[in-house]
């Protein structure tokens, strides 16, 4: 070892994770799409110049404007303009920040909530762990959209109309989040089985450490791995899921729309001609939930010792 | 005439940062009707000439160089000669004989399918020369349990079963790499039994990698020893390893421990300097409560009794496995105690028990004349979680890879001591590391970065940490190689002189147990045999079982009459 103190980035540089990350084409190319995306969604006042939600900046004249590159197109609206004349692109990048945060939050939720079941269930074992495992066996009986769908319903049920399009997006988050735990819980339930058999678990039993510290500090690192591999595959599909619920029309409000919203706005006018309305929205869309799902992939292929060549 | 013959062997792996030499330059002879031993610790790269004569190498790995004759063909030179004479020439048998046979194929399945893709003969002829095979390895009633599945036979049954297979193509040339080490004392000695009986018979030529050098001096003609992929001395077994030339050969040799007597301290030999005196003032003498050493029982077992029903639902009697069947002995302050047994014995719940990992089914543990395994108090239980102490078998999965060593050392310090300042914890550490003779910046490092014997040492250093009176060993050395195993013998033994720890010894290995051990009760399926004075046990066992096992004990010794 040399004496040179090494810096994070240092370190990581050296790290067997980005060496091969590096020799993994696919990682590189999702994860730039990802960077861009993620750039452009949360500082998109930067990005774009126009406001879709600024009514002074619209303009009716614009509305239905095609592509820039058809015939009637204009060079202002990369993308074309949907009825009301506000630019596509800015509002797919409005869109999808929404989409991102409620996929974002609702992921950790379910993270949170599963891993937290998950493992003082493996850990503690006994009826504890039977009741807690049952009911996530249950819980993966009921389709997840129509899990949420519930929860939507019991929320209009609950809330009052007024608070209800402020408080659909925690709405969401909720229904999302409550729909996929399941799998956090299986998953670390597991790990945890592995783990707590070791004999670093049994050396700090014996030197009198609680229960609660083991769990957290010695064990959850440890279980970190698979946990963060299904949370990114999971973070695809609860960007999926929001989008189905907002096009099925129990998701965002239409002022606030999400990418499930644009698509199902756009949809409308599909018949009329005006394809590219909901045509992008779905695009980007897929581009988005398939550079995840391909960095989930290799992350996992990267963290399984059991597939290393 | 030599049969193999390998000359300027070398393998290397082509890694990330480096190119790695798992052997340069190795020329070894094999003549028939020989077994030449390949003796070396973990890395040395035994197994890797074992797997080039098979051309068994795993990606990246690959033969550089040099030529592997057999009889006088070349078999590097033409890639089709290894495919015809793996399997066909040249028999192979592997260490863990609960993998190398596919549990879903009877015996028979797997023998008739070898013998039928080697030798052109049919399936009625192929059954006969199977069941001939199974009972020339010595398996009794071979014509019914040729029909049986793997599962149904015995751990040393199976690689009886893998040897008929290694030979039911008439090889000339059979690789046994660790044939043994996954078996237990009895079993290992039928099994080397049988190498040396089909050795003659059938005029094989043997290579027999292993790192055992008990194992060694009892079966094998010459011996090639082997260090980080080079060839330290090649020779006559009896030459060797009474006369060593090389200074590693000599560490070697000095570091097994001795069965026929008990020496105070391993000699470590290090560039010619015999070094015996360990370290002598420790540090955290000063801070450590000295007890005096009052001729008392520290522990005392009493009619311990552990069943485990692996039944869920019902807790009948009838499915459970009793582990340990009504065990008492007790424990002199400043003494080691040591449980010897074969796998299965039931020595490590005992253990387990006794750090109150498990509860006993029935009976009680006395720890300085209080009933541990009674209490219900969480801070009464502290008093005593600190004063017994464990250290494990696997140095890898004892240590949480996540945490620095100085929060893996701290940990313990804190929880007893939780007023402790930063500045005095920090000394505590270092004294600590320092008792166990690791330098003072290895607190700010990984576990992934020290060796097996390193770790181990770390996890001595957090065992002591709590400034313990009993300290429990549960196979502390098997996991490691034989000069680290003197090292850290030596180690505890003057941890424990100058601490006047308790020792309980847990072990399968007879002669370390004698080195380390006053006492000594052998254990067998959940049953003390006997317990007796350690020389007392070994010149004159009493029981049955105790004689058995210090016959079958592969000695090194053997070698000097």
């Known amino acids: 070892m040399d004496n040179k103190i090494l810096t994070i980035w240092d370190k990581i540089k050296d790290s067997d994770i980005f060496f091969s990350f590096k020799k993994s084409p696919t990682a590189v190319v999702s994860s730039i799409i990802l960077l861009i995306i993620f750039f452009c969604s949360f500082f998109v006042e930067l990005v774009t110049p126009y406001n879709p939600f600024d009514p002074s900046s619209l303009s009716l004249m614009d509305a239905f404007t095609p592509p820039s590159w058809t015939e009637d197109g204009i060079a202002k609206f990369i993308l074309g303009t949907d009825g009301q004349g506000r630019d596509m692109l800015s509002t797919i990048l409005y869109g999808s920040r929404i989409s991102l945060i409620v996929g974002f939050s609702a992921i950790i939720f379910s993270l949170v909530l599963g891993v937290t079941l998950g493992l003082t269930a493996g850990y503690f074992g006994g009826k504890y762990e039977m009741i807690v495992m049952r009911f996530t066996d249950v819980q993966l009986t009921v389709p997840s959209i129509l899990m949420a769908l519930l929860v939507d319903g019991i929320a209009r049920g609950i809330i009052s109309r007024e608070l209800h399009d402020e408080m659909a997006i925690y709405v969401l988050i909720f229904a999302i989040g409550i729909s996929e735990w399941p799998q956090f819980a299986r998953v670390s339930r597991a790990a945890t089985l592995v783990e707590k058999n070791k004999d670093y678990v049994a050396a700090s039993t014996i030197i009198g450490v609680s229960n609660l510290i083991i769990m957290f500090k010695h064990i959850l690192p440890n279980i970190m791995r698979p946990v963060l591999v299904i949370g990114t595959i999971g973070l695809a599909l609860a960007i999926i899921a929001e989008s189905t619920l907002s096009f099925l029309g129990v998701g965002v409000p239409p002022t606030t729309p999400s990418l499930g919203t644009l698509i199902r706005l756009g949809n409308d006018f599909l018949f009329s001609g005006e394809w590219w309305i909901t045509f992008f929205p779905a695009i980007f869309l897929v581009i988005l939930a398939f550079s995840i799902n391909l960095l989930g992939d290799w992350m996992r292929d990267t963290l399984n010792p059991k597939l290393k060549k | ?561």
């Open chain 2, 1 to 561: 005439m030599s049969f193999l013959k390998i000359k300027n062997l070398s393998v290397n792996y082509t890694m990330r940062r480096e190119i790695i030499y798992a052997a340069k330059d190795i020329n070894i002879e094999v003549k028939k009707g020989e077994i030449l031993g390949l003796v070396g610790e973990s890395g040395s790269g035994k197994s890797t000439v074992g797997n080039a004569i098979i051309n068994l190498i795993d990606e990246p790995g690959k033969v550089s160089g040099g030529s592997i004759l057999l009889g006088d063909i070349d078999i590097y030179k033409n890639p089709k000669n290894i495919v015809k004479y793996r399997g066909n020439k040249i028999g192979l048998i592997f260490q863990d004989p609960q993998t190398s046979l596919n549990p879903i194929l009877t015996i028979g399945d797997q023998l008739i399918e070898t013998i039928q893709t080697h030798l052109n003969i049919n399936i009625i002829e192929a059954k006969k020369k199977a069941i001939n095979l199974l009972k020339e390895v010595g398996i009794k009633d071979s014509e019914n349990r040729f029909d049986n599945y793997p599962h149904q036979f015995s751990g040393g049954m199976r690689q009886r079963v893998v040897i008929s297979l290694a030979l039911c193509c008439e090889p000339e040339l059979l690789i046994a790499d660790e044939p043994t080490t996954a078996l237990d004392v009895s079993i290992q000695s039928q099994i080397l039994e049988l190498i040396k009986k089909l050795t003659k018979e059938r005029n094989l030529a043997v290579i027999l990698i292993t790192h055992d050098m008990g194992v060694i001096a009892e079966t094998t003609d010459r011996v090639a020893v082997m260090k980080n992929g080079n060839l330290v001395e090649i020779g006559n077994t009896k030459e060797i390893l009474t006369k060593p030339k090389e200074i590693y050969t000599k560490s070697l040799v000095s570091s097994v421990p001795p069965t026929n007597k008990k020496i105070s301290r391993f000699v470590i030999v290090e560039k010619d300097n015999q070094k015996t005196i360990g370290n002598q003032n420790l540090k955290i003498l000063n801070r450590w409560k000295k007890k005096e050493i009052l001729n008392q029982d520290l522990v005392e077992v009493k009619n311990l009794f552990k069943t485990f029903d692996d039944n869920f639902f019902t807790e009948s009697s009838k499915n459970s496995v009793m582990a340990v069947n009504d065990v008492s002995f007790k424990i002199k302050e400043g003494e080691s105690f040591g449980l010897v047994g074969e796998s299965g014995s039931g020595k490590s719940t005992i253990a387990k028990i006794i750090v109150n990992l498990y509860k006993p089914s029935s009976g009680d543990i006395y720890f300085d004349k209080v009933c541990i395994n009674k209490i219900k108090n969480n801070s009464e239980m502290m008093k005593f979680r600190r004063q017994i102490q464990m250290i494990f078998q696997d140095p890898y999965s004892s240590l949480n890879g996540r945490l620095k060593v100085k929060d893996i050392i701290s940990e313990p310090i804190k929880l007893h001591n939780p007023k402790i300042n930063s500045i005095d914890l920090e000394n505590y550490i270092s004294d600590l590391l320092d008792s166990v003779e690791l330098s003072k910046n290895s607190a700010n490092r990984y576990p992934h970065e020290f060796s097996g014997g390193q770790r181990q040492r770390i996890s001595i250093a957090r065992a002591l940490a709590t400034q313990p009176r009993l300290l429990v060993c549960d196979e502390p050395t098997s996991a490691l190689d034989v000069s680290i195993q003197a090292q850290i013998l030596n180690l505890l033994k003057d941890l424990q002189e100058q601490l006047n720890l308790t020792i309980l010894f847990i072990s399968h290995d007879l002669p370390v147990v004698r080195q380390m051990c006053d006492r000594i009760g052998v254990l067998k399926n959940g049953k003390l045999c006997e317990i007796s004075n350690s020389e007392n046990l070994f010149e004159n066992p009493s029981h049955d079982y105790t004689k058995e096992l210090l016959r079958l004990m592969p000695k090194i010794e053997t070698i000097y009459n």
